[in-house]
């Protein structure tokens, strides 16, 4: 089964407000079907009916409900539970549903496969999923494997130089890594506020960071200025703008923003770690546990506070100039005692989710026996290794359970 849709992806459909989607080919969507929002991959656009062809995506209760509970071993796992933060774990079928109306659609869903490296950077942002296998109901069998790729646009690199989806996600990562860069500082003297501009951020971006915001816009005009060379001339040129603005600090506006930027939005640290590129290497990664006697950075989020000026982020964007200025005001708090409610308050301390009974992973980088966990038939009830070895589910466990 092709994992993609041979339909071009240069034929569009526009979602109008407030949805704000641009749809094409290999666009993953969030959908309304059988009374309930579903995930989906768009492999067909009929512009001129509004219509589009979805292959399904399930969550493991769904593929519970469409095979049936009796017909899967009870004490395994596919792949792991969702956790309490997005992403969330889903997979791929072979379910197509056709002639879905357009407005059905509720908005995009950011898909990454299980191995992707940007899935610890969408850690609690909204709309976000993962997916490590898929289950081909037609020859009764789930399967570790990839069946797409995260962004689209890794699809039709030669026809397709722009992807709505991608522009969006990419933009948003953007935001939150300059962000990032102002929590963290790297001296204990560094002023408690500082502001970035960041430029060339989307109209639909916009859209998209601010629905279901938890205040009301602010509109008002600014004047903006510029100049250039012409010839022998220097021109400069001043124009009237409409800004939007919102500030966000109180303590209902934290989950918003997290489903924005991520769970850790708001917490940055005071102190520098060594991370020193050799030359034969690429890329390295160096990693430094919080201290209880740290010094962090954090936007408190709060109803009741203490300072002049309240701890928040204020965000102004200029649509005309495509211009996205946030100014950050955060909290220096030093000590586990100071920082700690405020990590809880964004879930951020790790809390075991116990399961009923004893679970065994079946998951695609569990090894057995030295080899990885290929395909689960679900009516013969064998599973395929990666050396070709078919094995009994019973089998398996006896092997996971001797550690082997």
């Known amino acids: 089964m092709d994992a993609y849709a041979n339909h071009s992806p240069l034929i569009s459909l526009l979602c109008p407000p407030p949805i704000n989607v641009i749809l094409t080919a290999n666009t993953f969507v969030r959908f309304l079907h059988d009374n309930q929002v579903n995930v989906g991959l768009v492999l067909s656009v009929n512009p001129m009916e509004q219509l589009l062809c979805i292959r399904l995506f399930l969550s493991w209760v769904d593929v519970v409900h469409r095979v049936g509970a009796l017909n899967l071993p009870q004490n395994v796992r596919f792949w792991p539970n969702n956790s309490r933060h997005p992403p969330y774990y889903i997979c791929d079928t072979d379910i197509i549903l056709k002639n879905i109306p357009s407005s059905n659609v509720v908005g995009l869903a950011f898909v990454f496969y299980d191995t992707s490296p940007t899935i610890r950077e969408v850690l609690g942002m909204k709309n976000t999923y993962r997916v490590s296998s898929c289950v081909w109901f037609a020859q009764g069998v789930i399967k570790h494997c990839a069946t797409f790729k995260s962004y689209?646009?890794?699809r039709f690199p030669d026809v397709l130089l722009w992807c709505f989806p991608s522009m969006i996600m990419s933009q948003l990562l953007t935001v939150k890594h300059e962000l990032e860069k102002l929590m963290n500082t790297r001296s204990l003297r560094s002023r408690n506020t500082t502001s970035v501009q960041i430029?060339?951020?989307?109209?639909?971006t916009w859209a998209y960071m601010i629905y279901n915001a938890p205040v009301e816009i602010q509109t008002n005009t600014v004047v903006s200025r510029a100049g250039h060379v012409h010839f022998n001339d220097f021109i400069q040129q001043s124009w009237r703008e409409m800004q939007f603005s919102l500030w966000l600090g109180m303590s209902d506006h934290l989950d918003f923003v997290q489903?924005?930027?991520g769970l850790n939005f708001g917490v940055g640290v005071r102190f520098a770690v060594s991370c020193r590129l050799p030359r034969t290497e690429q890329k390295i990664e160096v990693s430094r546990e919080m201290d209880t006697n740290d010094t962090l950075n954090i936007i408190p989020f709060e109803d009741n506070h203490t300072e002049l000026v309240g701890r928040g982020l204020y965000i102004k964007f200029k649509p005309r100039t495509k211009v996205l200025s946030?100014?950050?005001?955060y909290r220096r708090l030093v000590g586990e005692a100071q920082f700690s409610t405020h990590l809880e308050a964004r879930g951020m301390v790790h809390v075991n989710d116990d399961e009923e009974g004893e679970i065994y992973p079946f998951h695609r980088d569990t090894v057995v026996d030295g080899?990885?966990?290929e395909q689960y038939n679900i009516n013969t009830r064998m599973v395929r290794l990666s050396d070709n070895?078919?094995?009994?589910?019973?089998?398996?466990?006896d092997l996971l359970n001797l550690g082997i």
Request: glycine share 0%; net charge neutral.
């Open 152 to 154: 689209p646009l890794e």
């Open 199 to 204: 430029q060339n951020i989307d109209l639909s």
């Open 259 to 261: 489903k924005l930027f």
């Open 326 to 329: 946030i100014t950050l005001r």
């Open 371 to 373: 080899c990885s966990i």
């Open 389 to 397: 070895r078919h094995l009994s589910v019973n089998e398996v466990i």
